[in-house]
Nanobody, 112 residues
Framework: QVQLVESGGGLVQPGGSLRLSCTAS????????VGWYRQAPGKEREFAAI???????YYADSVKGRFAISRNNAENTVYLQMHDLKPEDTAVYLC??????WGQGTQVTVSS
């Protein structure tokens, strides 16, 4: 059972940046996919970014060009670097491994 713990969320002004971290309880080197989803109040969970074990990455259109996912296998950590944040990016961000294991999420609020 892989446990995931997210961190790095917070309050940021529009146009600002944040880097989210997701640390796993064990090795992530053999995990096929690691990803980030987000859920805004009153809305369904939506895909944000994913990275496959080979290094391929995919992004939701809404975050493409602004967000970047990466993994550090040595640190068992997945990152989501977010730039040019917008109020509509406000949500709880959840990390997932193979869409089977999920973290509890970290709140990101974009507001002036």
């Amino acid at each position: 059972q892989v446990q995931l713990v997210e961190s790095g969320g917070g309050l940021v002004q529009p146009g600002g940046s944040l880097r989210l971290s997701c640390t796993a309880s064990g090795s992530i080197s053999s995990i096929s996919t690691v990803g980030w989803y987000r859920q805004a109040p009153g809305k369904e969970r939506e895909f944000a970014a994913i990275e496959y074990i080979g290094g391929s990455t995919y992004y939701a259109d809404s975050v493409k060009g602004r967000f970047a996912i990466s993994r550090n296998n040595a640190e068992n950590t997945v990152y989501l670097q977010m730039h040019d944040l917008k109020p509509e990016d406000t949500a709880v961000y959840l990390c997932t491994a193979d869409r089977i294991h999920w973290g509890q999420g970290t709140q990101v609020t974009v507001s002036s």
